[in-house]
């Protein structure tokens, strides 16, 4: 196996393609003439991603997915496979947010986070494990998030499902060792995506609140999607175990593990917004 990954003339499976940093993936993978069975459920969206890609004459298929539905992942695989000859990448990017802290985020939509951000990422290897056990040279790639480094205030039930994905993802690494199957986890600092537009908020917040908490996280999120989607694939061919993307990130990580219990003490004297 050389030190790079090749791309042209393999199969990529990517959740949350419609937009962000799925699109982003998708498009740099196609760039490198990966052929694409892109998922979600905004079916207007995802034809706009696989119209952008086509224009790389690589094989793409769309295909409606929940990733939180347990019988649509399991149907998946063969759909995908009616298509293509098979699947060597995996990218779960799929994911949602919800806004508020611990007292304001109730049960169900905790459940409904980590139903797409964690199980989702979960029953998508499951389904997709055996087609990339028959591949020669095949990787999945999960992503987690800033906040599966460090953790918020008003995060709780996001950094949990990003740490579980991360914690998921490292210990599967290490049972896939020596097989023809890498695992590379994927941490995106703030990348201008849809994600806070489309989080779910306190059912007792009010509209001025929301909108000041939807502008504040906005104001992060500063990286343009396709500038993390190239990062990430670059990873992926150099097959990155772990990739950072941002100096955000970056600079939040290394300051975590210098100080992994006081961090977030340091980070609200060096930005007292933070």
Not at 162 to 173: H, I, M
Request: charged share 20%.
């Amino acid at each position: 196996m050389s030190n790079m990954m090749r791309l042209a003339k393999r199969t990529a499976v990517v959740t949350g393609a419609a937009s962000g940093i799925g699109r982003a993936i998708a498009i740099s993978l196609a760039q490198r003439g990966c052929d694409l069975a892109l998922a979600d459920l905004n079916e207007e969206k995802l034809s706009e991603t696989a119209h952008m890609a086509s224009v790389h004459g690589v094989r793409i298929s769309r295909h409606l997915v929940d990733v939180a539905d347990r019988q649509a992942v399991a149907a998946f695989p063969q759909a995908v496979m009616a298509q293509h000859p098979g699947v060597d990448i995996l990218v779960n990017n799929a994911g949602v947010a919800i806004g508020g802290t611990f007292d304001e985020a109730s049960e169900e939509d905790f459940e409904w986070l980590f139903d797409i951000n964690f199980w989702g990422v979960v029953r998508m290897t499951r389904a997709f494990l055996p087609l990339l056990k028959q591949s020669d040279d095949a990787r999945v790639v999960n992503l987690s998030s800033l906040y599966g480094l460090i953790s918020p205030p008003g995060q709780t039930a996001y950094s949990a499902s990003k740490f579980a994905v991360r914690g998921f993802s490292n210990a599967l690494r290490h049972e896939l060792a020596g097989s023809h199957i890498g695992i590379t986890v994927v941490h995106p600092g703030g990348v201008a995506t849809s994600i806070a537009d489309s989080a779910r908020v306190p059912k007792n917040a009010t509209p001025e609140d929301i909108a000041q908490r939807k502008a504040r996280i906005k104001k992060a999120l500063r990286m343009p999607p396709a500038v993390a989607g190239e990062i990430i694939v670059k990873g992926i061919e150099r097959r990155q175990s772990r990739i950072i993307v941002g100096t955000d990130a970056k600079v939040l990580s290394l300051i975590e593990r210098l100080a992994p219990v006081s961090y977030w003490k340091v980070l609200t004297r060096l930005m007292p917004r933070a």
